[in-house]
């Protein structure tokens, strides 16, 4: 045919193969019925009318790019079925003769897009949107890596990545494995139900089969709801590689910066880099080879920073060999600075000739964090550092900080894994599998459910569970627990902590209130809160029995809440000497009498916030 841009496919298949761009615009109608197969370069579709027909779009590889010809057309549908076979990418943006945007590209196929293998990388660019009308399905992947990308009706798909860009959910979504490492994800309220892994920013989750994973707002590595329906979920903490992290600082230099080594921290760094090798340095060219931010050559500094591991207790021997200044300090208090007394291991500050210094310190087994200072102000230059186990050693006997083999590490392998805005909702049997402490936002827990802690122990901010569930594993509860529902017993197969400032939020019923059964020890701290509150109240069985404990148990010091007890529940209440006591394997609020008359309203006021005293 003649017309320009057309083609009499007669239902065949057409091969996209080799780099060049084949771009179509118009209306390809002799396109109906054939199949495009896409397996190198890019198809480009410039719409007018639809230019590729009602031909198949088959990606083997390479792209297909949609375009709109005109400019102000707020949708632009294509309506060609889509099969990805192989790794491809689908982009809406201005190519071919194409318009810029804001343009909106529409794949409005019945079938929608159907993923049989490998990876489609869905991506927008010059102010186009894209937005799948069906359902994505398949086995396959989907990845979407900048601009913005709309899963109209969700879909069920083997894989999910969003590393760039903005992922919207117009509908629930079913997906295997799932990762936002970069960009964001919006959900819209809608449920996104993870049956193998999912990877948030830095952390890992490995979710079996069942669970559901939530998510609200827009940045899930900021906040997640995980809500557990059996199985195991994983926690996998960021990995830390050999080394320390460089900071360059270009024209700043002195002993001020060392002396405090937060002189130096609190500078922008011109360049940053990681130790992967020796420190050890005996020319000023190899210094500023590090950088090419270091442009005034005889006057910068550099700050290496990490963490160092010390495997066994001893006396420690550190060394610095410099030309000029340099320090080496050990953060042994763990409050994350260098300011306080003998951190500063190595003190060669100052200007002066290539010189040695070492220093000693005593170290429990642990990990420490470390900073090493070196400034050069003029002429020369060298930095070298090093260690060794060991008390009474000479410099020359010790061995150089290597990036490369450790015990140095550009982060903590041992912290506390801060988990803090992620809430777990147990709604069926299930496990938490840690390899150390995890810090947690909220637990709930329904009524005769079970959460299994494993390996190390778990905190959460608040803990709300139903009658008859358990808790299995050792757990810290830092702002409120609240068991039962309505009054109904707790059990934590484990050790039990209440922070300080926690608050037990008890229930109190017509015939019981709330309990906590502890096998393990209970630990509450100094400043925790006792808290009553109307669950139908008419408790006339003495003293409350607030915890059974097989173990050990530490009371600390208590304050009884009673802002909740002014209510008609509580009318046949007096608070004579309310205490919390031991008595044997149990913990009982003791002094309180229930009496006949409603006069005693009046009592309940004086008593809003009585300290306990733990009789002994």
């Not at 199949?35 to 198809?43: A, I, M, N, P, Y």
């Not at 400032?501 to 209130?513: H, I, M, Q, W």
Request: aromatic fraction near 6%; charged fraction near 15%; hydrophobic fraction near 40%.
């Amino acid at each position: 045919d003649t017309r320009p841009g057309r083609i009499e496919a007669n239902a065949a298949t057409i091969t996209k193969s080799g780099p060049a761009d084949l771009v179509l615009e118009g209306d390809n109608d002799g396109l109906n019925g054939a199949t495009l197969d896409v397996q190198e370069g890019r198809l480009v579709g410039v719409h007018a009318s639809n230019p590729f027909g009602t031909a198949k779009l088959q990606l083997n590889g390479g792209e297909v790019l949609l375009s709109a010809k005109a400019t102000g057309l707020p949708l632009v549908a294509f309506g060609n079925e889509v099969v990805v076979e192989a790794d491809s990418t689908l982009t809406a943006g201005a190519a071919g003769g194409g318009a810029p945007g804001p343009q909106t590209i529409l794949l409005s196929t019945p079938s929608g897009v159907v993923l049989n293998n490998g990876t489609l990388t869905l991506r927008t660019t010059h102010g186009y949107g894209l937005y799948t009308v069906k359902p994505v399905t398949g086995p396959g992947g989907l990845r979407v890596t900048e601009g913005d990308v709309i899963l109209g009706e969700g879909g069920d798909v083997g894989s999910v990545a969003v590393t760039g860009g903005a992922l919207n959910i117009g509908d629930d979504l079913s997906v295997s494995r799932m990762e936002v490492t970069g960009g964001r994800m919006n959900t819209h309220a809608y449920r996104v139900v993870v049956s193998e892994s999912l990877k948030l920013s830095e952390t890992t989750f490995e979710i079996s089969a069942g669970n559901t994973f939530t998510a609200e707002g827009s940045n899930l590595s900021a906040k997640a709801d995980l809500t557990l329906s059996g199985g195991t979920v994983t926690v996998s903490p960021a990995t830390h590689g050999l080394g320390l992290n460089a900071k360059f600082y270009d024209a700043v230099y002195g002993s001020y910066y060392l002396d405090p080594i937060a002189n130096l921290q609190s500078q922008s760094a011109s360049c940053t880099a990681t130790l992967a090798g020796q420190l050890n340095y005996a020319q000023e060219s190899e210094l500023l080879s590090l950088s090419p931010a270091l442009t005034d050559g005889d006057r910068f500094s550099i700050l290496w920073e990490g963490v160092f591991a010390a495997d066994q207790p001893g006396t420690y021997t550190f060394g610095t060999r410099s030309d000029d200044g340099s320090v080496l300090y050990l953060d042994l208090n763990s409050d994350g600075d260098f300011a306080d007394g003998g951190e500063l291991i190595v003190d060669n500050n100052g200007n002066h000739p290539a010189m040695n210094i070492t220093g000693e310190v005593n170290l429990d087994a642990g990990e420490y964090l470390i900073a090493i200072g070196h400034y050069e102000d003029g002429v020369d230059a060298a930095m070298a550092a090093k260690f060794r186990q060991g008390s009474g050693l000479g410099y020359e006997q010790l061995d150089y900080i290597d990036g490369s083999s450790g015990p140095f590490f550009t982060g903590s392998t041992t912290a506390a894994i801060d988990l803090t805005n992620t809430n777990l909702t147990v709604a069926e049997n299930s496990t938490i599998d840690v390899p150390r402490e995890v810090r947690f936002g909220n637990l709930t827990i329904e009524g005769n459910r079970s959460l299994t802690v494993r390996n190390a122990a778990c905190q959460f901010s608040e803990v709300t569970a139903g009658d008859g569930a358990s808790i299995i594993g050792d757990i810290l509860v830092r702002d409120t627990l609240s068991p039962g529902n309505s009054a109904g017993t707790l059990s934590v197969v484990g050790d039990l902590s209440l922070g300080t400032d926690a608050t037990y939020a008890l229930e109190v019923g017509s015939s019981r209130c709330d309990l906590v059964e502890v096998s393990g020890r209970l630990s509450l701290a100094d400043g925790w809160t006792l808290k009553l509150l109307d669950a139908g109240v008419s408790w006339s069985h003495g003293d409350l029995l607030l915890f059974t404990c097989a173990g050990q148990i530490n009371l600390g010091q208590v304050t009884l809440d009673l802002s909740e007890v002014s209510g008609p529940g509580f009318e046949d209440w007096r608070f004579d000497d309310p205490h919390v006591y031991q008595d044997g394997a149990n913990v009982l609020l003791g002094g309180v009498t229930v009496i006949p008359e409603p006069a005693t309203l009046a009592l309940l006021a004086l008593g809003a916030l009585a300290m306990i005293r733990r009789r002994r």
